[in-house]
């Protein structure tokens, strides 16, 4: 197959294949998957810093 023709372990094509051929139920690389996660975790930690802002200005008043 392909890994033995290229000298690649199979694990090594799976893993490329999942990195950068797009899901069938989402239609994202696992690449485009990995980035919105990290920008999800992100924009939670933004959210709950300007809870605890809100929280402190709000007491201030």
């Given at each position: 197959g392909l890994a033995k023709e290229y000298g690649l372990s199979e694990a090594?094509?799976?893993k490329w294949k999942n990195?950068?051929?797009?899901?069938?139920?989402?239609?994202?690389?696992?690449k485009e998957v990995a980035e919105l996660r990290?920008?999800?975790a992100r924009l939670n930690e933004?959210?709950?810093?300007?809870?605890?802002?809100?929280?402190?200005?709000?007491?201030?008043?």
């Open positions: 090594t094509i799976y990195l950068y051929l797009p899901d069938q139920s989402t239609g994202l690389t696992g990290k920008e999800n933004e959210l709950e810093i300007l809870k605890k802002a809100a929280a402190i200005f709000s007491r201030k008043t």
